[in-house]
């Protein structure tokens, strides 16, 4: 009975998200569940005359993008994006995130940083007390994971390689490893970025800590937005 509250949760929160963007706009096109759901509904509006390019951040956005008929452009002809939409895995009561579930938490932090406004849309099973209920998606490169595991299991989580369905190591977009670390808890998001981000061998994290403007998370029938205070 779960899942199907939690689907129209989401696709409320994805329908609540279309009106923060523009016509002539470049928007960047986030990865996951919910953010395919955005992806669909701007495609509607695309064919009905909505004018914008997107920027996928991951391939699996770009096939479905293109499948879709969203035009498409890159950071290399543009240098801003407008507004992102994307999902989260989890999201705390300071709007600091954790992502990186679907594999796109390096290509997903570059779009975000380079967005004028990231608008996030979650369902409500999102919102944490404290983030660290889940694993924390790590970006390593493949020569460095056992060094970087060792490292983060010395900062008291447990570092576990991802793997692909097939029992090999998950290879994300930009060919490199993913790390999911269990914290008990992360109190101090910001200090745990920094102390990731130093880690020689370490691509990326999955901490977006203060980079989203409205967090759009829907709860039963009811829509809240939310904004860092």
Do not use: N
């Not at 129209?8 to 953010?35: F, M, N, P, R």
Request: glycine share 10%; charged share 20%; net charge negative.
């Amino acid at each position: 009975m779960i899942a199907p509250v939690q689907d129209d949760e989401k696709q409320l929160a994805a329908a609540a998200s279309l009106s923060y963007i523009e016509d002539g706009q470049v928007v960047g096109l986030g990865t996951g569940s919910t953010a395919a759901l955005v992806i669909r509904g701007l495609a509607e509006r695309v064919r009905a005359g909505l004018r914008i390019r997107g920027i996928p951040t991951s391939q699996r956005t770009h096939d479905l993008a293109t499948q879709l008929g969203i035009p498409l452009t890159s950071l290399e002809e543009v240098q801003a994006i407008d507004v992102t939409i994307d999902g989260a895995d989890e999201i705390d009561p300071r709007l600091d995130l954790i992502k990186g579930a679907g594999g796109a938490l390096l290509r997903e932090k570059i779009v975000a940083s380079a967005s004028r406004r990231l608008v996030i849309v979650a369902d409500s099973s999102k919102q944490v007390a404290a983030l660290g209920r889940g694993p924390l998606p790590v970006e390593v490169i493949g020569f460095a994971q056992a060094l970087v595991a060792r490292r983060i299991a010395e900062l008291g989580a447990t570092a576990t390689l991802r793997r692909d369905p097939w029992g090999e190591p998950y290879v994300t977009d930009e060919g490199h490893h993913i790390l999911d670390c269990r914290f008990a808890q992360v109190p101090d998001p910001a200090g745990l970025a920094r102390t990731l981000s130093q880690m020689p061998g370490v691509v990326e994290h999955g901490l977006f800590v203060g980079m989203a403007s409205v967090v759009l998370v829907a709860s039963g029938a009811t829509l809240t937005e939310l904004r860092p205070r």
